[in-house]
Nanobody
Framework: EVQLVESGGGLVQAGGSLRLSCVAS????????IGWFRQAPGKEREFVSS????????YYTDSVKGRFTISRDNAKNTVYLQMNSLKPEDTAVYYC????????????????WGQGTQVTVSS
């Protein structure tokens, strides 16, 4: 069974840090790009960051550049999102998703999705 499981979310004060993890099972993540998306209450889901299959290329939405870092450990079938200098506007459910093309473009396609992990940043 193909599965992506996010973890690492929680409640943090503004300026704090969290590291999200996305663990893949049922497939080998080596050939896939992985993206992180988020959805805040009342808003549409938006792209946050992605990393290509090799880890050689990474992408970020402008609002998180310089604060978030995406990385991957293919040996552990895991992708991470290190989030620093968090702001209240980063509050959302964060999802990871897998792109079989391996490139990790904003529009994917992202075929597999996790269930999400809640990130809440208090002011």
């Amino acid at each position: 069974e193909v599965q992506l499981v996010e973890s690492g979310g929680g409640l943090v004060q503004a300026g704090g840090s969290l590291r999200l993890s996305c663990v893949a099972s049922g497939f080998t993540v080596d050939d896939y790009a992985i993206g992180w998306f988020r959805q805040a209450p009342g808003k549409e889901r938006e792209f946050v960051s992605s990393i290509d299959y090799s880890g050689g290329s990474t992408y970020y939405t402008d609002s998180v550049k310089g604060r978030f870092t995406i990385s991957r450990d293919n040996a552990k079938n895991t992708v991470y999102l290190q989030m620093n200098s968090l702001k209240p506007e980063d509050t959302a459910v964060y999802y990871c998703a897998a792109d079989p093309t391996g490139w990790g473009m904003v529009n994917g396609p992202y075929n597999y999705w996790g269930q999400g992990t809640q990130v809440t940043v208090s002011s």
